[in-house]
């Protein structure tokens, strides 16, 4: 069967028992004949359902016109699409392997951030950062249009940098909603999946975000520095202050390393880090 998540429009295939928990859980079973279920999976997962926050969002997974092909044709695609996912989870447990190798790296050149053990002076994130919390503007008064991005949870991934906003402001709307320029840090703070929640990304140019994202724009850091040290969601945690000229040396050094790890950049060239996928 499927299920899709009300709430976090999330679906996942389930070919073993269980018990269903939360109200929001819809299970989605195939009723017509010559029809294959891993097929239906696969054309829902990369469905256009729109976010709208914490909302129902089953009634639009109902409005979806799913095309239906010959049974061996759907079984043919759901096949090669079982392949393609089965490559992309064993490179999510690579990165996962690779990714407790940066954090190990990280910690022998800079130290443990809350243990401090090579002594750096520290300060709260609150007196060394500024932290904006964006917000949404009025959708009945000319805010929305093509002049700036409009950054939005999706848009903050395991990538180093923010991906590309779908919804952009007008100019009345950035005067009206919240921004910040580059090499700043926005912070997933609410999201509909709990997985989001947490996960940092720098800006590379100036845009404006929604209410469930907090900015930090670092004054004695680096935002590089800052993002590769998954520091926690709480402003009031004390964080070393390493002076510019070692900090911006071994974040160089970092960095080289990051994207040695890492592998080859995008097409824009930067470093990016695994994604999560459509699986």
Known sequence: VIIFGDHTRIIKYVDFSFFLGADGTKILKNKIKNTHTK?????LLN???PDTGYNRHFKWLKELQIPFLPLDEQKKIAGELDKITSLIL??????EKLDLLVKAKFIEMFGDPVTNPMGWDKKELSKTCLIITGNTPPRNNNNYGNFIEWIKTDNISNDLYITKAKECLSEIGLHNGRFVGENSILMACIAGSIRSIGRVAITDR???FNQQINAITPKKYTALFLTIASFTSSVRLPLPIIPIKPLSK???????ILLAVVGPADPIGRPSLAGDGPI
């Open 47 to 49: 469905a256009k359902i």
């Open 39 to 43: 097929y239906l999976y696969y054309y």
């Open 250 to 256: 071994r974040v160089g050094a970092y960095l080289s």
């Open 206 to 208: 100036k845009v404006a």
């Open 90 to 95: 064993l490179r999510k447990k690579q990165i």
